[in-house]
T-cell receptor, first 115, second 113 residues
Framework: DQQVKQNSPSLSVQEGRISILNCDYT??????FLWYKKYPAEGPTFLIS?????DKNEDGRFTVFLNKSAKHLSLHIVPSQPGDSAVYFC??????????????FGKGTHLIIQP | KAGVTQTPRYLIKTRGQQVTLSCSPI?????VSWYQQTPGQGLQFLFE???????NKGNFPGRFSGRQFSNSRSEMNVSTLELGDSALYLC????????????FGEGSRLTVL
């Protein structure tokens, strides 16, 4: 049973446009959400996070939106740059931050920024 | 500050063998977690150690085990290797704060033949 779902295995966006990556979750106990970015042959790197008490968090070109009623979050990248091409993982945890339960990850979305 | 270091980076084993992977967390981080990444399943949580104690465990068979030493370094062991154990094994560390941001190493790529 997949508790964190990223339904788009890949997404292609033109440079300069907005990239929107989506993530759905099923576990109501999740209260902290994170996005990680992964380049080939490297470990994932933290991008941005959001607590369930918020519905938006912004950091430069990256904004994460959380819709608790729909159990849905999205990552917006504006404007998209070639260096943004990577696999993006959505992750969730229950119990303040990373918690003792580990993070539950989605399967990832491969974002391709086209020049 | 040095990042999370994992060794070895690549290794090849045969079915039935065992393997030990090592992870050195970021200095000052007391929590170390292990994840398995496969193309079909994404990243799956194996276990987390904090102050030498296993704090939580994912849904993996008992062939997967780990430990943490007093200097926070961690090892994970997989016994009786199966073909399906071929994967990238990622170690991540974090400090004891509530934000939960994990810092990942580059991973150990295990191939089982």
């Amino acid at each position: 049973d997949q508790q964190v779902k990223q339904n788009s295995p890949s997404l292609s966006v033109q440079e300069g446009r907005i990239s929107i990556l989506n993530c759905d979750y099923t576990n109501s106990m999740f209260d902290y959400f994170l996005w990680y970015k992964k380049y080939p042959a490297e470990g994932p790197t933290f991008l941005i996070s959001i607590s369930s008490i918020k519905d938006k968090n912004e950091d430069g070109r990256f904004t994460v939106f959380l819709n608790k009623s729909a159990k849905h979050l999205s990552l917006h990248i504006v404007p998209s740059q070639p260096g943004d091409s990577a696999v993006y993982f959505c992750a969730a945890s229950a119990g303040s931050g990373g918690g003792a339960d580990g993070l539950t990850f989605g399967k990832g979305t491969h974002l391709i920024i086209q020049p | 500050k040095a990042g999370v270091t994992q060794t070895p980076r690549y290794l090849i084993k045969t079915r039935g063998q065992q393997v030990t992977l090592s992870c050195s967390p970021i200095s000052g981080h007391r929590s170390v977690s292990w994840y398995q990444q496969t193309p079909g399943q994404g990243l799956q949580f194996l276990f987390e150690y904090f102050s030498e104690t296993q704090r939580n465990k994912g849904n993996f068979p008992g062939r997967f085990s780990g430990r943490q030493f007093s200097n926070s370094r961690s090892e994970m062991n997989v016994s009786t290797l199966e073909l399906g154990d071929s994967a990238l094994y990622l170690c991540a560390s974090r400090d004891s704060g509530p934000t939960g941001e994990l810092f990942f190493g580059e991973g150990s790529r295990l191939t089982v033949l």
